[in-house]
């Protein structure tokens, strides 16, 4: 076995591969740049050595620091992780030459299978279903759409060296192809300084569905079940969950030996996921192979009880794999979600800053992978992740459930993050009928996400909640000495509920007896109880038999209240307040209409319009580049440009003022 493994990575994948590492009684290291001094993977390794600046270019890109760190720190084999050097043929020879041994695969395997159009011809020859499609490089749009027009539309533009959604495109007719190639060139350029792109039939209505493999160095191969990643959000993965809803046994099983055909063509070992997307008559086509460990990789874990991790350390150690194809049964059902600091609200832009509280849920079936803690820091470097929330029960419904509680009781503060988003999708009945497709984001939120759209739940519960904790207020009051009259201890009082500003407003009775608040709204008795204690930010109680879990944050006078994804405000008041409140004057808001503002921070690289332009509804305005995405922004109304404060090449914080319109 090694002596002791290094980790080339950062955030919640470092820490997860320590915690197994750690676990087999293996000595740790881990590499850090600027940004990540006080991270929690540097925290976790056993030693840990600085390897530069914070851009990633800089420090965790770069090989030749890789190899110094273990040298300096003695590590005889070196995880990559997801990301960053673990599909890179480079660092792999550069550790073969350095007598350092790479857990993950051999260097043929990740370089046939890193590019899209290689790998698509060693599936053909290996007997693997692929995408229809033209197998050549296209060289400018012009042949785009001579090639799309032979496949027939609609056809995806994709970069052969792509990743992570990056660098694709759908194209319905030829205007769209001409667009979209040229896109995806320079979308590929920026990220993977490699601009090939191919053309593939477009699958309608697909499901992603994925194979993890696991290989040891004797020929032996595994398939471990699939990963069910339909639900994306620019191609990119959101939600995943083991098993499929969709697949049966059979279709499971051509998939997976399929895949292991395709490892064995390529002498692979290792843990590697083979990527398909499957039709509604599960017809399945081979996308690409990963050859590292994915993110989504929990899930598996979940329902296999392997640890995958381990399993990967012990065949790049030189082991047999300790288990055979029989070996593996399915058991369970298995959710992940991807938490992200980013706002829902506001077209999910990335959202940076540090975790000013934070604490993530606990309980049974519940797993969180994370990389950062409460006062930890997300940093414009690094991909936005805060971390991935994982809920295992034992069949799909129980996974739900156990998701949206694990959910309800994720408290993070200080940046903006998906939980609203999240809470919605998994809680949304199309998810829970199990009948969705890659489309299903943009098919239920056509024009993206917003406060409308949260999860709603019975209105009574925080109506019945802000009162428990009014009336815990008060009567800690009345503990003190020398109230003035009217602030006395009263068993039973009379409250009004103003929520949301006066949307609505309720009035109450609140009663504490045996250890229970009776609380009546609308003729009907809640009986509540908690423990919970004034200044906790999770209000955990038990409403009428149903446990409910919310988030409160007091601001004020006025409660915020957080629970399946909504935000609620509430200030409970006497009713003599609540009657001379509506005599206060509101605050009008600025009128903003008349300017495009960056929705994001992120780099300005077009500027499609100048001053006295006439603009038409859906025109494109400017594109900003943010997290290697090209964001386009269009006109949603008419108008005449006045002003053009921005320029090209201006790096744009939020809300920074792009254009202004008469
Ligand atoms: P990346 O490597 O960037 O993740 P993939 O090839 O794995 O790119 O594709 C990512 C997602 O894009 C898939 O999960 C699927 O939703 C969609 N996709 C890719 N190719 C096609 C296709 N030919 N037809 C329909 N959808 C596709």
Known sequence: MFKKILVANRGEIACRVFRTAKAMGIPTVAVYSDADRDALHVMMADESVYIGPSPSVESYLVIEKIIDACKASGADAVHPGYGFLSENKKFCQALGSAGISFIGPGVKAIDSMGDKITSKAIAIKAGVNVVPGYDGIVQNSDEAVEVAKGIGFPVMLKASAGGGGK?????????????????????????????????????????????????????????????????????????EEAPSPFLTEAVRKKMGEQSVLLAKAVDYQSAGTVEFIVDSDMNFYFLEMNTRLQVEHPVTEAVTGFDLVELMIRVAAGEKLPLSQGDIRLQGWAIEARVYAEDPFLNFMPSMGRLGRYISPQGEGVRVDTGITEGGEVSRFYDPMISKLIAYGSDRNEAIERMIDALDAYYIRGVQHNISFLSALVAHPRFSSGEFTTNFINDEYPNGFNPGLVFQDDPAICVVAATVIHKKHNDRGAMISGQLSGHEYVPLEELVVIMDNGVTAHQVTVEYSNQTYSVTLDDTVYCIATDWHIGEALFKAKINGRTICLQVDEVGRALHLFHRGAKKEALVVSPRVAELSCHMLTKEPPDMSKHLLSPMPGLLIKLTVKVGDIVKIGQELAIVEAMKMENSLHAISEGVVKKTPANVGDILAVGQLIIEFK
Not at 189 to 207: N, T
Not at 224 to 231: P, T, V
């Open 167 to 239: 660098g694709m495109r759908v194209a319905w007719n030829e205007k769209e192809c001409i667009e979209g190639f040229e896109r995806a060139t320079s979308e590929a350029l920026s990220s993977f300084g490699d601009g090939r792109i191919f053309v593939e039939k477009y699958i309608k209505d697909p499901r992603h569905i994925e194979i993890q493999i696991m290989a040891d160095g004797f020929g032996n191969i595994v398939y471990l079940g699939e990963r069910e990643c339909s639900i994306q959000r620019r191609h990119q993965k959101v939600i």
